[in-house]
């Protein structure tokens, strides 16, 4: 297992199209998160899983998102009707239930640009 | 409501020199903080943690120094290298209730390292 991976590494799309996002996180990992990240800020918690249960989602995350994890492995992130304002960097991470571990490992992102 | 925040948006350092990036908080109910380092393209790398209810923590040539009382955070990189050179941020992270581990971040700081 090299990390998580994130699929496609770059999408540009245009406005009011749809997206799909996938991300494979690290095997033994039951915990999935999913951040945006804009240019020069952190990233910003967007949901989370724990297997496939999502537990949380951020107001951030408007209607036109929305996250799946179906079988508790990998995870696909979609944004319908597309805005200009989605354009960033979106980034997912996984992290095992052991809370002992406590930093997450993230992936190298997708990153959106809405024309 | 609660926030992570960065003193200094950019540092400039010379090699061999040490560095030190700071960090404001709000929320002392987190259970950890956690410095990432960021590389253009690539996804946050963890970096070092340090428990809420410890105030010092040391890795390889990095230094984590936590504050409660004046809630401040810092990162001290000894003898600065070039590979250093990218974008620092502190998080917050806590599990008690809903937080589920996710992690807050801060607006981050640029370390440029000169040879």
Redesign the interface.
């Given at each position: 297992d090299t990390g998580v991976s994130q699929d496609p590494r770059h999408k540009i799309t245009k406005r009011g199209q749809n997206v799909t996002f996938r991300c494979d996180p690290i095997s033994e990992h039951n915990r999935l998160y999913w951040y945006r990240q804009t240019l020069g800020q952190g990233p910003e918690f967007l949901t989370y899983f724990q297997n496939e249960a999502q537990l949380e989602k951020s107001r951030l995350l408007s209607d036109r998102f929305s996250a799946e994890r179906p079988k508790g492995s990998f995870s696909t992130l979609e944004i319908q009707r597309t805005e200009q304002g989605d354009s960033a960097m979106y980034l997912c991470a996984s992290s095992p239930k052991d809370r002992r571990v406590v930093g997450y490992t993230f992936g190298s992102g997708t990153r959106l640009t809405v024309v | 409501g609660e926030s992570?925040g960065l003193h200094l948006p950019t540092l400039s350092v010379q090699e061999g020199d040490n560095s030190i990036i700071n960090c404001a908080y709000s929320n002392s109910a987190s259970d950890?903080f956690?410095w990432?380092k960021q590389e253009s393209?690539?996804?946050?790398?963890?970096i070092i943690?340090i428990?809420s209810n410890m105030d010092k923590r040391q890795g390889q040539r990095v230094t984590v120094l936590l504050n409660k009382t004046v809630k401040h955070l810092s990162l001290q990189i000894a003898a600065t290298q070039p590979g250093d050179s990218a974008v620092y941020?502190c998080?917050e992270?806590g599990?008690g209730g809903?937080q589920?581990?996710?992690?807050?971040?801060?607006?981050?700081t640029e370390l440029s390292v000169k040879p």
């Open positions: - | 992570v950890y956690i990432y393209g690539k996804g946050p790398q963890f943690d428990r941020f998080a992270k599990e809903n589920g581990g996710k992690l807050i971040f801060g607006q981050g």
